[in-house]
């Protein structure tokens, strides 16, 4: 039978905190670098129209939402429950199984006390 193991699947731990925290940092400096030229297109682009609001809105709000998405951990996935009858299932060999009419091997084991040895005693 093959031994089990209870170490955790890679798959279902949780992004290293170093990782977590350099993902949101990129994140932020992506989100300012959009806020920048957003800022720099409502200042530059002429003539001046309805899409200069938009950009100076995006240049106004982006700050905020870089801010939040920065703070905002990422959420822990925990691996589904594995049922443990599907498991003992898959593990059973195919070799196995038993005719429905023979007799099961019961194997009986009687312990005895050591005999003692007379050099012992003395």
Not at 27 to 56: E, S
Not at 90 to 118: C, F, K, L, N
Request: hydrophobic share 45%; net charge negative.
């Amino acid at each position: 039978m093959k031994p089990q193991s209870h170490a955790a699947p890679v798959t279902s731990l949780p992004q290293a905190p170093q990782d977590e925290a350099t993902a949101r940092v990129r994140r932020y400096w992506i989100t300012m670098g959009i806020r920048m030229a957003c800022f720099a297109l409502t200042v530059l682009v002429t003539p001046y129209g309805w899409y200069t609001w938009v950009f100076a809105a995006a240049a106004a709000v982006l700050p905020y939402i870089a801010v939040v998405f920065a703070n905002a951990v990422s959420p822990t996935s925990t691996a589904p429950a594995e049922s443990p009858v599907q498991e003992i299932a898959s593990a059973a060999p195919a070799s196995a199984t038993v005719a429905p009419d023979a007799e099961p091997t019961v194997i009986t084991i009687r312990e005895r006390p050591a005999p003692s040895d007379p050099a012992e005693d003395t």
